[in-house]
């Protein structure tokens, strides 16, 4: 069974600058989450993905946007990078959105300057 | 506000001795909670779960308690071993149709021989 997967491990940006994220799901999951994770801190929750749709959402502004793709792997999109979105950023899947353990990805550690 | 918290930030123990990570929640409505555990640069790592219609749930070392009336969660882990070395987040879920968790910052355990 694979687990949940993304890419890259490591990014830097400048402020100003957009970027994309990626996650391959755990297999057999149809729910993807993405979480923010400051330095120090536990992880925020950004939104989720349901069948293509997003499900929900954290207090997050507009420009954090994500998509999930048929296969179930998804994207996490961020514009108008700010110092403030540097951070590790979870990826995780869970096989539905009921009362089930999420699995998470090893994340994407981005760095704005 | 939504908060999971934790009593301890650090806690050190000698190996072989056992371990207890306690967690407060906040919110009465919470009917599932989850702990993790975060090894240095990789993804919080599922351990155990516990849903609100339990007091107890034990897996293999570990030992959840759920007290419902004073909000708390503890994490009980057995026969601590330098593996175990890690920062343990609690987080709670708020209903169905939602992978929302909400996490506190985290409590470090060390492990020393």
């Known amino acids: 069974e694979t687990g949940v997967t993304q890419s890259p491990t490591h990014l830097i940006k400048t402020r100003g600058q957009q970027v994309t994220l990626r996650c391959s799901s755990q297999?057999?999951?149809?729910?993807v989450s993405w979480y923010q994770q400051a330095l120090g801190q536990g992880p925020q929750f950004i939104f989720q993905?349901?069948?293509?749709?997003?499900?929900g959402r954290g207090n997050f502004p507009p420009r954090f946007s994500g998509l999930q793709f048929p296969n179930y792997s998804s994207e996490l999109n961020v514009n108008a990078l700010e110092l403030d979105d540097s951070a590790l950023y979870l990826c995780?899947?869970?096989?539905?959105?009921?009362?089930?353990?999420?699995?998470f990805g090893n994340g994407t550690r981005l760095t704005v300057t | 506000g939504e908060s999971v918290g934790l009593h301890l930030p650090t806690l050190s123990v000698q190996e072989g001795d056992n371990s207890i990570i306690n967690c407060a929640y906040s919110n009465s409505a919470s009917d599932y909670f989850i702990w993790y555990k975060q090894e240095s640069g990789k993804g919080p790592q599922f351990i155990i779960d516990i849903r609100s219609n339990m007091d107890k749930r034990q897996g293999q070392r570990v030992t959840v308690l759920l007290n419902k009336t004073v909000k708390h969660l503890s994490l009980q882990i057995a026969a601590t071993q330098p593996g175990d070395s890690a920062v343990y987040f609690c987080?709670?879920?708020?209903?169905?149709?939602?992978?929302?968790?909400?996490f506190g910052t985290g409590t470090r355990l060390q492990v020393f021989p």
């Open positions: 995780a899947s869970s096989p539905d959105r009921y009362n089930s353990p999420l699995h």
């Open positions: 993905y349901y069948r293509e749709e997003e499900n």
């Open positions: 987080a709670e879920k708020r209903g169905y149709n939602t992978d929302k968790l909400i």
């Open positions: 297999s057999g999951h149809n729910t």
